[in-house]
C-alpha cells in the first residue's frame, strides 16, 4: 500500500482521507453490490477497504431509505462446541415482511459468499430460515431451529460483514460485527481500528465523539516511523480514514494509532504483517 496515492508517495504519510462520496462510492445497489462484491476481490488495496468502509458506513439511499442496518445480538450458548466462537442472531427492526430476502457474508481475506435458501423476517425485523408463523410474529428470539443463528470465531479487530437483499432487488442492507474489537474509549470519544485484510496492512480507523468539523492529527508509530496527518469529522463527530502500518524492510510489527485533543486521548494497537492474524 506505499504507492497507493501520490500524496503517500511524496509524503510518507501511513493516513488516505476518505472522502464522504466515498462512502458509498462502491456501491452498486441492491442485489448487484452483492454481484459486484462476489464477482473478484480487487486487486487494488484502497478499492478494497473503501468498499469495507462503504458498508459500515451505509448512509440512506436510494436501495436503504431508511438507512437500515442489520444487528447483531449475542445469544448464549448452553454446550459450546467451541468456546472462542461467538453466536448472533440478526435482526432489522424496520425491515419489509412478507418479502423474501438474501444473506450473504463477507470476511476479510475471502470472496462473498451466500447463505443457502431465502431469509425471512418478522414483524420485530427477527431473520428466519422460514415464514414467520402467526404466533412468531412479536418475538424478538425464536431458538436455532426458527431465527438465524452465527457462530463466529474472529481475530482482535476482525469484522464481519453482513448483507440483506430483497429478492425482487430494491433492498439491500448491511451490517458489520466486530466480536472482539480493538477500541479506545475516553468519555464520549471513541477510537477503533479495524482489520482490512488478514495480516493488518491495511486499517480501518473509526473515530468518534468528537466536535463536529473539528481536524485532528491522527498519530500512529510502527517500529519506531511516527506519522501524525489530519482527519476532520463530520457532521456527527464522526471521522473516518485508512491507514498503512507498513515500514520498509520489516515484515512484520505493532502499530500504535492515537487521537489526542483536548477531551479525548485514546489510542489502541494493532499488530500487523506476517504471523500476526490470529483468530481468538
Not at 480487487?42 to 458506513?57: A, E, F, H, K, S
Not at 428466519?128 to 474472529?154: C, F, N, R, T
Not at 482489520?195 to 491522527?218: H, K, N
Request: charged share 20%; with cysteine; net charge positive.
Amino acid at each position: 500500500m506505499k504507492a497507493q496515492t501520490a500524496r503517500a508517495q511524496a509524503g510518507g504519510a501511513r493516513l488516505i482521507k476518505v472522502p464522504r462520496t466515498a462512502f458509498l462510492a462502491f456501491a452498486c445497489l441492491a442485489l448487484t453490490a452483492l454481484n459486484c462484491l462476489s464477482q473478484t476481490t480487487p486487486d487494488d488495496p484502497v478499492t478494497l477497504l473503501r468498499r469495507q468502509i462503504g458498508l459500515d458506513n451505509a448512509a440512506p439511499n436510494a436501495a436503504n431509505p431508511q438507512g437500515l442496518r442489520i444487528q447483531f445480538q449475542k445469544v448464549d450458548k448452553t454446550h459450546p462446541a467451541d468456546a472462542q466462537a461467538v453466536r448472533y442472531r440478526l435482526l432489522v427492526p424496520g425491515v419489509p415482511q412478507n418479502q423474501t430476502y438474501t444473506l450473504a457474508v463477507w470476511r476479510i481475506g475471502t470472496q462473498v459468499v451466500y447463505t443457502p435458501g431465502e431469509v425471512f423476517a418478522n414483524a420485530k425485523g427477527l431473520l428466519m430460515w422460514h415464514q414467520p408463523k402467526p404466533k412468531q410474529q412479536d418475538k424478538d428470539s425464536l431458538g436455532g431451529a426458527d431465527e438465524i443463528e452465527v457462530d463466529l470465531k474472529a481475530a482482535r479487530g476482525e469484522p464481519v460483514r453482513y448483507m440483506l437483499a430483497s429478492a425482487d432487488g430494491k433492498l439491500f442492507i448491511p451490517g458489520t460485527v466486530v466480536p472482539y474489537p480493538l477500541e479506545s474509549g475516553q468519555s464520549n470519544c471513541r477510537l477503533e481500528a479495524r482489520l482490512g485484510m488478514p495480516d493488518a496492512q491495511g486499517l480501518l480507523v473509526y473515530i468518534d465523539g468528537l466536535a463536529p468539523g473539528t481536524a485532528v492529527p491522527l498519530e500512529s508509530e510502527s517500529q519506531g516511523e511516527k506519522h501524525a496527518p489530519v482527519v476532520t469529522a463530520d457532521a456527527k463527530g464522526h471521522a473516518v480514514a485508512l491507514v498503512d502500518p507498513t515500514v520498509a524492510g520489516t515484515n512484520a510489527g505493532v502499530v500504535k494509532i492515537s487521537v489526542n485533543t483536548k477531551g479525548c486521548s485514546v489510542s489502541v494497537e494493532v499488530p500487523w504483517g506476517e504471523g500476526s492474524y490470529r483468530p481468538l
